[in-house]
């Protein structure tokens, strides 16, 4: 039988905010432990959550950056449940009217283009973390991250493959990066998905038990968790069991999921409106506001790139993976106004293989747009072919003469023969020192003419311009 | 609706509370007094009163976004049972 997969998926967007979502105290990582709470974390009695307008602000944001409907009033819901780093005993999260709802995700798998629609985005704090060992049967509570501010961003079950999903995450993860309201480190835990697996025969438009599998912190092990969950789920229906409704835990060092809690064993959360807090109101003008302040979204760029300079969908789709990459693009670009194409290889090739290379991001590369530019423009006047040009980068990048291009050609001797008459120099030379190739090419074959200009590109030292050579060599063939 | 005694176990299973067969009767009695009264304000009619979500109506205030808290662990910690390396120690509760 042929089968169907099909995913959604949940991600927790840590928010880029300074305080946590109901009290003042820092959400900075990496702290002593507990030493960033206050009454209001420790769910001391008689305190009283205070809501954090950038938290509230950063969710608008998202909502407007996918075109969803942003609820007001919004409503906060206790979400019960017993943990020991849970210390009120309920996580405040959202559950009817949450503050963002609907809007959509474009993303790009190869050259297709897919949406995927979005459920909800709800803000909600996070809990603190619990320790196991060490303590001689004791667990150690650190409540410094109870109340980091989260955006729980939920997807219809529109995902057809471990690859859109990734595709995807990626997509989320990049757009939430471009607008600022969430740091995207995935090593931290600042961006963790969820994913909902179940799979049908295909043709069928029932949906199958789905199992969640929890806590996947990169894309890879999104991907592969998916691939092993879907394998397991066909496995166990081909042999003709059923699936069981869990919640299940990705082993990265085994590569498998295992059974985290069944839903006989699920918790009632047993959520209700939450009293400590008063509906949230968002006025118009307020959504507004952040409207105008939202930089242009990658979709839009990407859009303009393709219709505007006649890129490629793929190309615009690496140049706005993130917003640093599609800054340092235009940046460049602006100083070679009709090299779309040439800047867009430039900075997809030789920039990112040598980030890549040296695990950099793009705001720490050593070459300026500016300094990139100057050597572009001279392969553009032909000054020095696009081979000299590596060279060059090479240099500019071991940050020598202070990565001024020219200097580095002209030091170097890099700059290519133009001169028509130093080539036709060149080439009558060559031509009267092999009469058997010129006599091979006039009799027809073609072969003979590229070891023509392989003998003058040698005579010249691998200077002469290329273009040059072969228009001289085919004037004076024919002649 | 009616509680049965099964339901008070549960509850007390999901809040990690021991309670024994004679607890769990008189939690049950106790809480179907509550049910009880429940039911008695679901009678009224309220068909067209619009739901509110909170008892007030007043809107959320919002606190900008600024850290005003230091470091006071050792105060909070003095009063925690056990603590150990800045760390709460509770009995291990593994999920």
Redesign the interface.
């Known amino acids: 039988m042929q089968w169907e997969i099909v995913i959604g998926i949940e991600t927790h967007a840590q928010l880029t905010t300074q305080s946590k979502i109901f009290s003042g105290s820092s959400i900075a990582y990496g702290a002593m432990p507990n030493t960033q709470t206050n009454a209001v974390d420790l769910a001391l009695p008689g305190v009283l959550p205070v809501l954090n307008q950038g938290a509230v602000e950063r969710a608008v944001k998202l909502g407007l950056a996918v075109g969803a409907k942003i609820n007001s009033p919004s409503i906060f819901a206790r979400k019960n449940y017993f943990y020991p780093d849970l210390p009120k005993g309920y996580q405040i999260s959202q559950y009817e009217l949450p503050i963002v709802e609907g809007g959509s995700i474009k993303i790009q798998i190869g050259e297709t283009e897919k949406t995927v629609h979005l459920t909800r985005a709800h803000l909600e704090e996070d809990a603190g973390k619990s320790l196991h060992e060490d303590f001689q049967g004791m667990s150690g509570i650190d409540l410094n991250r109870a109340g980091t501010p989260l955006l729980e961003i939920v997807t219809e079950p529109d995902m057809r493959s471990s690859a859109e999903a990734v595709a995807y995450a990626k997509t989320l993860h990049s757009l939430v990066c471009w607008i600022g309201i969430c740091d995207g480190n995935m090593q931290e835990g600042s961006f963790r998905c969820d994913a909902n697996v179940s799979v049908r025969p295909k043709g069928s438009e029932t949906l199958g038990t789905r199992c969640e599998i929890k806590n996947l912190n990169s894309f890879r092990f999104l991907e592969k968790a998916i691939d092993f969950e879907a394998r397991r789920q066909i496995e166990v229906l081909e042999d003709g069991g059923s699936i069981r409704q869990e919640t299940r835990l990705y082993d990265a060092n085994k590569d498998e999921t295992r059974t985290m809690r069944s839903k006989e064993d699920a918790n009632d959360y047993r959520y209700f409106p939450d009293p400590d807090l008063l509906p949230l109101e968002i006025a118009d003008s307020w959504i507004d506001q952040l409207k105008d302040s939202l930089p242009e979204l990658p979709e839009a760029r990407r859009a303009r790139y393709i219709t505007d300079l006649g890129l490629s969908a793929y190309d615009a789709a690496v140049l706005t993976s993130a917003r640093e990459i599609a800054d340092y693009f235009e940046n460049l670009l602006e100083l070679l106004p009709d090299q779309a194409k040439l800047c867009a290889n430039w900075v997809m090739g030789e920039i990112s293989g040598r980030l890549n290379k040296e695990a950099i991001e793009i705001t720490a590369c050593p070459i300026t747009p500016a300094q990139l530019a100057a050597l572009l423009s001279r392969i553009n006047d032909g000054t020095i072919s696009g081979k000299a040009a590596k060279t060059v980068f090479e240099s500019m990048w071991q940050g020598e003469l202070e990565r001024n291009a020219d200097a580095i050609i002209d030091a170097k001797g890099l700059k290519q023969i133009s001169d028509d008459g130093a080539i036709e120099q060149l080439v009558d030379e060559v031509l009267a020192a092999n009469a058997q190739q010129v006599a091979d090419y006039r009799s027809g074959k073609e072969k003979a003419f590229n070891s023509l200009v392989g003998q003058v590109m040698k005579a010249a030292k691998g200077k002469a311009n290329p273009a040059q050579v072969n228009a001289m060599l085919k004037k004076k063939l024919s002649a | 609706m009616t509680l049965s005694v099964n339901d008070v176990k549960?509850i007390a299973d999901?809040?990690?509370i021991e309670i024994n067969e004679h607890e769990a009767q008189a939690t049950l009695g106790q809480l179907t007094d509550i049910f009880d009264l429940i039911e008695t304000m679901q009678a009224v009619d309220t068909s067209t009163v619009e739901p509110m979500?909170?008892?007030?109506d007043?809107?959320?205030?919002?606190?900008?976004?600024?850290?005003?808290?230091s470091?006071?662990?050792d105060l909070?910690?003095s009063v925690a049972p056990?603590v150990?390396?800045?760390?709460?120690?509770?009995?291990?509760?593994?999920?």
Not at chain 2, 58 to 66: A, C, M, N, S
């Open positions: 549960r999901l809040a990690y979500s909170h008892a007030q007043v809107v959320q205030r919002l606190r900008e976004d600024k850290v005003t808290e470091d006071q662990r909070y910690q056990q150990e390396a800045g760390l709460y120690l509770v009995p291990k509760v593994i999920e």
